[in-house]
């Protein structure tokens, strides 16, 4: 009925529509093929009226879902805007505010993630694909993480599939980059278990992918988190939360990754991170059973650790027995059952060190790498003291040297010495030498120095610290390119050798050194984020004379010149005074004020200039261009990503007139900025001419 109704009462509509704007219509006869006609003219106009709605509708539509998406890429980019500005004034309010009690560690991390932030924004982060051993990728990460979490307590588990092989070739450097921010996430929510797994998609093909778990073991709601790669500041606590986060998907993304955050079927958070990577054959991990079975006790503090050094070591073909810390205290198990004893090195009391002196089990003393650094004299008695996270290569490996060590005392044969060359083996860390400054370094001139260091950061501090001693200083950005340095030129003073590097580790050449006698005169001096006894250990086998713990300090530096290198020229006190590098403020440029923020990290400081140089050396050309256009949200916009920085670097004067062209915006006197952005273009010109002048002392 509805079918027949409808075209007559459209006819009718159309009709009145008709009447109502005085057109003529001929009356039309009910019969024949007129009436025919007339409904045939009606149906093509109903069908055009129709289709023009339906264009008219989607048009409409289209429009809408343009804006919205315009307005959501606008919001994005401002928040970013808002986070760098906010990041900017936060250190520049640090650094302002002389009694802050802000230390060293918070303003370098904050200039750290600055400098990445702005590298990231001017698409400067560089890929590269280089071999690395995991092992030493995550003895980075661990070092790293410590040296940001201080004061509190975490337990870190690195559960790696066997399938993984054991070198990738990957772009490593940022991938520690990523692993670190996401760590540093979970233990700023308070995550005291975190569990990262390894896992690979393939055991044969070439171009695998390699999966990254992070699980936070927190109860973290990722839908009512909203983005949680959304950097959001907290004027509350004056913190940029997932800031971190946002660094480390950016750059997942730029390394043909990606990074998504999840909740598992615990609704524990939980991030997986994926890359491309190709596995070296010759280096395929192979599950190899111990020709020997032993009967291994693991006692540790932690529950989820004894479990996994449990299943690494049943995995092996070991027979393995778990006792708590509680019940182990409680009630003493018989020792002289088991081959191998893993015990946590605050368990050895006094009843237990009595009964293992009295048994041949081999004991591996163990800690956490992030607890408070404490001495137990008690687990001196261990034959080996490793610190965890473990991996399994590092349990092969420590049941490997339990049982050489074995082999050597049956057969009352002692250690090979091992050869670190003719130069001094200092085994302490360094104490600092008081009043150091850079221009003291001129003391040591004209000696030859070899960096083995793969991290372009750390070149710059390194050389940054050394920029006025006139010494001569060679980089190598990996082992092999340090062996092929000294195949050319053998007359080097001393070698500092990086560990976690990618095509050869500092073990690697630190050995193939050793075995050169050519070099037996150079020490050898390790640089590590994870200065752990283990790794310590191994640095001094692989035939390393001291270390120093990164990040570099000048102090330390400087001790490690008195020791190893004679000096060729004590410089008048007065010689070294003039040598100070004094702070002048430049035209335009508050220099005082810029570094201060680094915690005087001149080094650090220039790379911001650097950075905000050749991010915004012409943006009074946009400025222009966007008056010119009458775009004044795009300008205020861009005014609040400069804003911070400009403070950041010293700028003062600069910092006032963006501040006020943001304020004249908002208050929509329009007519006012056009003088403004004139008076920013003279400024900028002082400030860019400044930095060069800086640049080039």
């Known amino acids: ?49 129709f289709a023009l709605y339906l264009s008219s509708t989607r048009a409409e539509s289209i429009k809408k879902e343009f804006e919205e998406r315009e307005e959501e890429e606008k919001k994005e980019i401002e928040s970013q805007d808002k986070i760098l500005s906010k990041m900017g004034e936060s250190i520049y309010d640090m650094a302002k505010d002389k009694s802050a009690k802000h230390s060293e560690t918070q303003l370098l991390a904050v200039t750290t993630n600055l400098i990445e932030f702005l590298r990231i924004k001017s698409k400067k982060v560089v890929v590269t694909h280089e071999k690395l051993k995991i092992s030493n990728l995550l003895n980075d990460v661990s070092g790293t993480l410590k040296a940001n979490i201080k004061y509190k307590q975490l337990e870190l588990i690195y559960d790696i599939d066997p399938s993984v092989s054991k070198v990738i070739t990957s772009d490593t450097l940022n991938l520690s980059k990523i692993l670190t921010n996401i760590l540093i996430y979970c233990v700023d929510k308070d ?40 950097s959001k500041y907290n004027e509350k606590t004056d913190t940029y939360e997932s800031l971190g986060l946002f660094i480390a998907k950016e750059l997942s993304l730029l390394i043909h990754g990606d990074l998504i955050a999840r909740n598992n079927k615990n609704r524990e958070l939980e991030f997986v991170f994926n890359i491309p990577y190709i596995y070296e054959e010759e280096t395929k991990t192979e599950v190899k059973e111990s020709s020997k079975k032993l009967n291994i006790l693991v006692i540790d503090s932690s529950q989820n650790t004894a479990e996994y050094i449990a299943s690494v070591l049943k995995n092996l073909g070991h027979k393995t027995t778990i006792i708590s810390a509680k019940e182990y205290l409680f009630d003493l198990p018989i020792f002289y059952k088991f081959d191998v004893i893993f015990l946590e090195e605050n368990l050895f009391v006094d009843d237990v060190v009595m009964q293992l002196q009295r048994v041949e089990s081999q004991i591996v003393a163990t800690y956490n790498i992030f607890q408070k650094a404490q001495e137990f004299d008690n687990s001196k008695i261990a034959d080996l003291k490793v610190s965890k996270p473990l991996t399994h290569w590092q349990i092969e490996n420590i049941l490997t040297q339990l049982e050489r060590d074995k082999k050597e005392r049956e057969s009352n044969r002692q250690t090979t010495a091992i050869n670190s060359g003719n130069a001094l083996v200092h085994r302490n860390s360094f104490q600092m030498t008081r009043n150091v400054t850079l221009g003291k370094f001129v003391q040591f001139q004209g000696k030859k120095i070899l960096l083995v260091e793969d991290n372009l950061i750390n070149q710059k501090v390194f050389l940054g610290m050394l920029g006025k001693s006139k010494m001569q200083i060679k980089v190598a950005n990996n082992g092999q390119e340090a062996l092929d340095i000294l195949a050319e030129d053998k007359n080097f003073d001393i070698i500092f050798m990086d560990i976690n590097m990618p095509v050869m580790d500092g073990y690697t050449a630190s050995v ?113 261009k966007l008056v010119d256009d009458f775009r004044y949200e795009q300008l205020r916009i861009l005014c609040l990503d400069i804003k911070g920085l400009s403070g950041t670097i010293g700028a003062e004067d600069l910092h006032l007139i963006i501040t006020q062209i943001i304020k004249t915006i908002i208050l929509k006197k329009y007519d006012a900025v056009p003088t403004l952005v004139e008076k920013y273009t003279q400024e900028l010109q002082k400030v860019n001419a400044s930095i060069e002048k800086y640049l080039s002392t």
């Not at 393939?202 to 695998?208: G, I, Q, Y």
């Not at 702070?583 to 990290?601: F, M, P, V």
């Open 1 to 49: 009925m509805f079918i027949k109704i409808f075209p007559l009462t459209l006819l009718t509509s159309l009709y009145l529509y008709a009447l109502e704007l005085e057109v003529t219509v001929p009356k039309v006869k009910t019969s024949g093929d007129d009436f025919i006609t007339w409904i045939a003219i009606f149906g093509l106009a109903l069908i055009a009226f």
């Open 191 to 230: 995550s005291r278990y975190v569990t990262l797994t390894i896992d690979s998609n393939s055991l044969t093909s070439k171009n695998d992918q390699l999966f990254f778990t992070i699980n936070s073991h927190l109860q973290i709601d990722v839908e009512k988190e909203g983005d949680i790669f959304d």
């Open 512 to 624: 193939k050194i050793r075995q050169n006698s050519d070099y037996d005169d150079i020490p050898i001096v390790a640089l590590s984020a994870l200065t752990s006894n283990d790794e310590i250990a191994k640095m001094f086998t692989s035939g390393m004379n001291a270390y120093i713990a990164k990040p570099l300090k000048k102090e330390i530096l400087f001790t490690v010149f008195l020791i190893f290198i004679e000096n060729t020229k004590i410089p008048h006190a007065k010689e070294i005074e003039s040598d100070e590098n004094k702070i002048q403020n430049l035209d335009g440029l508050n220099i005082e004020l810029g570094i201060s923020k680094t915690a005087y990290n001149d080094i650090f400081y220039k790379e911001i200039l650097i950075e905000f140089r050749d991010a915004y050396q012409g943006s009074d050309v946009m400025f222009k």
